[in-house]
């Protein structure tokens, strides 16, 4: 009787950020400039910390993973949106919802740990300089690298192990122009309280613990950074403003949709868009383009670049 009474619903429909005409063209052609100034900005950084070996160290190599994760990040729910801005036809099928909410969750988690063992990298760098060489040695590389990652492939599967099997027999919109488990909960014909707090207790909690963990250890980093002469505070305060503008503005959308995941008023896709096209952005902008020697990269690459075309 009860699996009688539900049946499974093959799609779902986007109602996006706007009904308006004018407002989805203006969309339109931001989000579509916005999403090329992100992969080639990425794209850049990663190949030029892979192909030039002045570049292979942690904290570059950290960089390069955080530019991969953005793109595929921004990647995963920006082409759909621009789709359907020019289509008008705004859908998604029901494992093709399911999918993009995995994938979601997995770079979320890693890029939390990658935010931290950048954190780390930063400490280190400050507070142990003469161990630097010691401590983030190329192994300690790989076990970061592969810890961000488990720790996002486990935290995706224990968040959709029990919303796969959820019931749904009625409305199908959801009010965002991507999927996530707030919204994909909310549509269930059922009970869902104890999923909620499963998500906010999952997600949210562990967006803000991992949030003010980063803030409490920058705040300490500055307060050491006082005691380091005028050069050198100036220097560092550069690369830990650049940290903090990117924690805030990618941990800020996170915790007020796990932490607060049905509010009366639909701000959280907006608040979206922080980190699917603004944060993308702010990695080859703000953290390699003001680096002495990721622009050197950038100019030996280009210059390879322009001598393989003379060849050809």
């Not at 036809?89 to 969750?105: A, E, N, R």
């Not at 990658?114 to 190329?138: E, F, G, N, R």
């Not at 961000?148 to 492939?153: E, F, N, Q, T």
């Not at 305060?237 to 949709?257: D, E, K, M, N, Y």
Request: hydrophobic share 50%; aromatic share 14%.
């Amino acid at each position: 009787m009860y699996e009688a009474n539900y049946s499974l619903l093959s799609e779902f429909v986007f109602l996006g950020l706007s009904t308006s005409r004018p407002v989805q063209h203006f969309l339109l052609a931001f989000s579509t400039v916005l999403y090329i100034t992100i992969v080639l900005g990425n794209l850049i950084v990663v190949f030029a910390v892979t192909f030039d070996h002045h570049l292979h160290s942690l904290m570059y190599f950290l960089l390069a993973n955080l530019s991969f994760i953005d793109l595929c990040f921004s990647t995963l729910t920006v082409p759909k949106m621009i789709y359907d801005l020019y289509s008008g036809h705004k859908t998604i099928s029901f494992q093709g919802c399911i999918i993009q909410i995995f994938v979601l969750h997995v770079l979320g988690g890693s890029e939390m740990v990658l935010l931290i063992a950048m954190a780390l990298d930063q400490y280190v760098a400050i507070c142990k300089l003469l161990h630097y060489l010691t401590v983030m040695s190329p192994r300690m590389c790989i076990l970061l690298l592969s810890s961000a990652w488990a720790i996002g492939l486990i935290h995706s599967v224990t968040q959709l192990a029990f919303a796969v099997h959820l019931p749904f027999c009625g409305p199908n919109e959801i009010d965002s122009f991507y999927c996530d488990l707030p919204w994909f909960i909310k549509l269930a014909c059922t009970d869902t309280y104890r999923m909620e707090f499963m998500v906010t207790a999952n997600s949210g909690f562990i967006s803000m613990g991992t949030f003010f963990l980063l803030i409490v250890s920058y705040i300490f980093l500055l307060v050491t950074l006082q005691k380091c002469s005028s050069g050198c505070f100036s220097k560092d305060l550069s690369t830990l403003s650049a940290h903090i503008t990117v924690v805030i503005l990618f941990f800020g959308p996170c915790i007020f949709v796990y932490v607060w995941p049905f509010p009366a008023v639909s701000v959280d896709k907006f608040l979206a868009i922080l980190d699917f096209m603004i944060t993308p952005i702010l990695n080859p902008a703000i953290y390699t383009l003001r680096s002495k020697d990721m622009k050197m990269a950038m100019r030996r690459l280009n210059s390879q670049l322009l001598s393989l075309r003379k060849i050809s």
